[in-house]
């Protein structure tokens, strides 16, 4: 850690100008007791059970929380239930709910909460149309609450690898205000939300985990690109800022802002319309493959700050990665011709690329894609678009033919994959191998670990040789962090945990 910035302002004195005191000794809050974190996204949505952009789950993460909750190391621990008994066939998960906890509107947690949450996001609630509302949590048949106070969730089949679905947030029983007043039990509650300028949140004071959080308040500032986010930064209008690159990163004053570094599990990929021509001929996907440097991308996106890929899976997902995939698609210009021209398309062809404009990281990538891909016939055509119209048309739509975007997703391998699954909700590439289809659904039934590993590397082979898209990199996540401030954690998610942070000294 660099050297802390201390404001050159007496307490005493302060404190005896506001308040009239002649000590520090008193109750009143330190105004300065706050953080303000620069965002580059406006919010699109703050329902637990139906958010879908990394962004917001990033921030309303310090609002809801689950029965269970990945912590800064990426290990999944209890949160809202203090355990887990898990029948033999993984069929059965029975949860004990923790006791003590109360949510933001002052109701008391218990197990007609969990079970009102539960049923709601899967699907199950009278009157829902069947829809999971989290598509990982379709598979659940029934959720009930036992004599005991115990919460059993019923799976349709078992399957070893639901409990990272189980950190999906719970709300009051019967609440329906979690879009204009979202209410969980996390460390912070909301406050307000102005469109284009900040989502305030506030300390929860009756947090059930004894002395957090320590700010009274955080502001997450909606910035209009990194570029903006570093001026900020500079005059001191916001403390934090994440997913800056190197560039960016190296024109901070070290005695103000520490850098955080942290992989980031991430997987930035050149995403293929499997369903538009020419993209729909998997010897056009891996010309392109064969046609980038992923090198170049990492240097000129971040600065060298970048792990790359070619498969769908970051080395952070330990040995669950296959580390014989890597270089699978070095760069070889003359072999990407070679594809092409076998695939009918020798002299190349044009293509459209549509980037969210909010991330500088994706739009610089589109560049350098261009760039690369003009060498082998193909005029690459930037679109940028703000991030309401991506998520509508790119992601839920499906209407592209080629985007840059990073995927995020649970620290745990079946997350990161299941969207590869020809029907998944997730599959916006539309991808479709049956396959892949099958060990994907068969790697839930294993409790080997040893097994499961090897399906998992069967999956991630299959992907990479049908070049299902262009994987790039696993950006690291720099952070930069006011001297002002410590107990910021990076996590190797997309999350700003705000809990642990406080004012430093």
């Known amino acids: 850690m660099t050297n802390m910035f201390k404001k050159v302002v007496s307490c005493v004195l302060s404190l005896a100008m506001v308040a009239g005191l002649a000590s520090c000794k008193n109750e009143t809050k330190d105004a300065n007791n706050t953080a303000v974190v620069g965002i580059t996204q406006e919010p699109s949505s703050f329902d637990p059970h139906t958010v879908v952009a990394a962004g917001d789950k990033e921030l309303i993460f310090n609002i809801y929380e689950g029965l269970y909750k990945f912590d800064s190391t990426g290990t999944l621990n209890p949160c809202l239930a203090t355990g887990v008994d898990i029948s033999d066939d993984a069929s059965v998960y029975t949860f004990t709910i923790r006791e003590g906890v109360t949510f933001h509107n002052g109701d008391t947690l218990d197990a007609a909460d969990v079970v009102y949450s539960l049923k709601r996001a899967a699907g199950l609630l009278e009157g829902s149309d069947g829809t999971a509302l989290v598509s990982e949590l379709d598979s659940v048949a029934s959720v009930e609450a036992t004599d005991d106070g115990k919460v059993e969730v019923t799976l349709e089949s078992g399957n070893s690898e639901m409990l990272s679905y189980f950190t999906v947030g719970i709300i009051p029983e019967g609440y329906t205000d979690c879009e204009t007043a979202p209410c969980g039990t996390g460390p912070f509650k909301f406050e307000s939300y102005t469109v284009a300028q900040s989502v305030v949140l506030v300390k929860n004071e009756n ?32 403390d934090i800022f994440p997913y800056l690159d190197m560039n960016h990163a190296q024109q901070l004053d070290a005695e103000k802002f520490n850098i955080e570094s942290n992989g980031s599990n991430m997987v930035q990929i050149f995403a293929l319309n499997n369903n538009v021509e020419p993209l729909d001929n998997p010897d056009v996907r891996r010309a392109i493959n064969y046609a980038i440097s992923r090198d170049n991308v990492i240097d000129i996106t971040m600065g060298g700050a970048g792990e790359a890929l ?37 002299d190349g062809f044009e293509l459209t690329v549509t980037v969210p404009s909010n991330y500088l990281i994706h739009v610089n990538t589109a560049v350098e894609l261009a760039s690369e891909l003009s060498a082998i016939g193909i005029t690459l055509t930037i679109e940028q678009v703000e991030w309401a119209t991506w998520l509508e048309d790119v992601y839920a739509g499906r209407n592209y033919e080629s985007t840059v975007i990073a995927l995020t997703s649970d620290y745990a391998p079946y997350d990161v994959l299941q969207r590869y699954i020809s029907d998944s909700s997730d599959n916006f590439i539309n991808y479709s191998n049956p396959d892949v289809d099958s060990i994907l659904r068969q790697i839930p039934t294993i409790s080997d670990d040893a097994e499961k590993t090897e399906l998992y590397h069967e999956v991630l082979g299959l992907i990479t040789e049908d070049a299902a898209s262009c994987y790039l990199q696993d950006p690291t996540t720099l952070t930069a962090v006011s001297t002002r401030l410590e107990g910021y954690n990076v996590y190797p998610m997309y999350v700003q945990d705000m809990s642990t942070v406080k004012l430093a000294g």
């Open 207 to 238: 947090y059930w985990q004894d002395g957090m959080p320590y700010l009274d308040s955080v502001t997450f500032k909606i910035c209009a690109d990194m570029d903006s986010g570093l001026l900020e930064l500079q005059n001191g209008t916001i």
């Open 310 to 346: 070619t498969t769908a899976m970051s080395p952070a997902m330990g040995s669950y990665y296959d580390t014989s995939l890597d270089g699978f698609y070095a760069q070889d210009v003359e072999r990407a011709k070679e594809l092409l021209a076998n695939a009918g398309y020798a």
